[in-house]
C-alpha cells in the first residue's frame, strides 16, 4: 500500500454473509481489493468457503471464514464474537445470504414461506442489529442489503422469495433513517438475473422470458453487482443512503 494513495477500505472489517460462492464472493474479493479485511460466512460448504477465503488472502488481507446459520440468532451472536475478538469491530454489513423454493401460493407450504423469509429477511435483520452497535461507536458505518428485482416485481412462483426482498427494502430504508445521525449508511442492490448455483435450477423458458424481460438483452455477472456493492462502500458514496440500486439490464424499466 502506497503513502500517496492508501486503499480506500484499508483496516475496515466487512463481513459478507453467504460469501462461500457467487454474488457474496464477488463482493467479498471486489471489497478486499479496496482493502478491507473481510469475513466469509457460509451455512454448509466449507471447503468452498476456504477457497474464497485462500482468494482474499492472496490480496494479502486478513480473513477469517466463519460457519453460521444467519436465520440463527445463536449463530450470528456466535459469529459476531469471533470476528469482533479475531479482526475486531465490524464496519461494513453486506447481507447477501439468500435463497429461494419457488412454487406457486397454492402449493407453497408454510415451511417453504417461512425458510425463505428467515433465510432472506431474518437474517438480514440479526446482523444488521449485530452490526450497528460497532458502527455507532465508530461512528462510521456501510450497510448494504442484497435485495432483487423480485422485491419490485411480485413475480408467479415466487411469493415467498419476493415478499422477503420488498421486506429487505423496506428494512434498508429503516435502517438509513436511523443511522443517519451516526454517519451509517444502508443501502440496497436490486439484481435482476445474475448466472449463479441460485439460478442454476431455473428453467430454459423461464431462462427466455427473463431473457426477453431484459432490454440490455443479456444476464448479469457477479462482479456488476459487486462493482455497485463496492462503489457504495467507498468513500464518494458518503452522501448515498435509503437507496435502491437496480443491477438488471434494465429489467425494472417495465415496471
Ligand atoms: P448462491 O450462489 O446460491 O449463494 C448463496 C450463498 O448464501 C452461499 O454462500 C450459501 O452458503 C449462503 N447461505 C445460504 N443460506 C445461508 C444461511 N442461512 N446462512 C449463511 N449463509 C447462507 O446465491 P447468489 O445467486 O449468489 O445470491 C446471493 C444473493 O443475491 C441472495 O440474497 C439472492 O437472493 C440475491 N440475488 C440473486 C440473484 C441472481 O440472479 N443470482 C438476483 C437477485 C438477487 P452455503 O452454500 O454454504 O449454504
Redesign the pocket.
Known amino acids: 500500500m502506497s503513502q500517496e494513495h492508501p486503499l480506500p477500505l484499508a483496516g475496515k472489517v466487512a463481513l459478507v ?9 464477488a463482493i467479498a474479493q471486489r471489497l478486499a481489493q479496496m482493502g478491507a479485511d473481510i469475513v466469509i ?6 471447503q ?2 476456504e477457497a474464497a477465503k485462500a482468494e482474499i488472502e492472496a490480496l494479502g488481507r486478513r480473513c477469517i471464514a466463519v ?6 440468532e445463536e ?1 450470528v451472536l456466535r459469529l459476531f464474537a469471533e470476528i469482533s475478538s479475531t479482526l475486531g469491530p465490524v464496519a461494513i454489513l453486506v ?6 423454493r419457488d412454487k406457486l401460493i397454492i402449493q407453497m407450504s408454510l415451511n417453504d414461506f417461512e425458510h425463505v423469509i ?3 429477511l431474518r ?1 438480514a435483520f440479526l446482523c444488521t442489529k449485530a452490526a450497528l452497535r460497532g458502527m455507532m461507536k465508530a461512528r462510521w458505518g456501510r450497510v448494504i442489503n ?5 422485491g419490485l416485481m411480485g413475480p408467479a412462483g415466487q411469493a415467498n ?1 419476493g415478499a422477503s ?1 420488498a421486506a429487505v427494502l423496506s428494512l434498508t430504508l429503516s435502517t438509513a433513517r436511523e443511522m443517519a445521525s451516526r454517519n451509517i449508511t444502508a443501502n440496497a ?11 442454476s435450477i431455473v428453467t430454459e423458458p423461464q431462462r427466455k422470458y427473463m431473457l426477453d424481460s431484459t432490454p440490455l438483452g443479456r ?2 455477472t ?1 462482479d456488476e ?1 459487486a462493482a455497485a456493492a463496492a462503489f457504495l462502500c467507498s468513500p464518494e458514496a458518503g452522501y448515498i443512503t435509503g437507496q435502491i440500486l437496480s443491477i438488471d439490464g434494465g429489467m425494472s424499466i417495465h415496471i
Open positions: 454473509t453467504g460469501s462461500s460462492q457467487g454474488i457474496g464472493r460466512n457460509y451455512r454448509s460448504n466449507a468452498a468457503a460457519q453460521a446459520d444467519v436465520s440463527q449463530d447481507n447477501n445470504a439468500g435463497t429461494t428467515d433465510t432472506n437474517s442484497i435485495a432483487s428485482v423480485a422469495y426482498k442492490l436490486a439484481p435482476g438475473f445474475i448466472p449463479t448455483e441460485l439460478t444476464f448479469g457477479t453487482v
